[in-house]
């Protein structure tokens, strides 16, 4: 399924969460965007999806060096481009 993940954090100092943030979701194939800050998305099954959302919010719970101020999270089931789709 394609998932979309944004967020955003506050007294994030040094970018100590985000960072562990951003290696939580892309170890699930949720990719950073490079658009902004905290937009992150990709393709993953229903299981990696609870995996990295499990992880994700225990590293917020532990985390003293940031908050979350939003999230949003939105999937649908659209099935990941093939090679055959792509302008290659």
Do not use: C
Request: glycine share 6%; net charge negative; proline share 2%.
């Amino acid at each position: 399924m394609r998932v979309v993940i944004r967020f955003s954090l506050n007294k994030d100092h040094g970018s100590a969460l985000r960072n562990t943030l951003k290696a939580i979701l892309e170890q699930r194939n949720i990719i950073w965007t490079g658009k902004t800050t905290g937009t992150y998305e990709g393709y993953a099954d229903e299981a990696d999806v609870r995996l990295a959302l499990t992880a994700f919010w225990k590293a917020v719970e532990l985390s003293q060096n940031g908050v979350v101020d939003h999230f949003w999270m939105y999937t649908d089931r659209k099935p990941a481009p093939s090679l055959d789709d792509l302008d290659l």
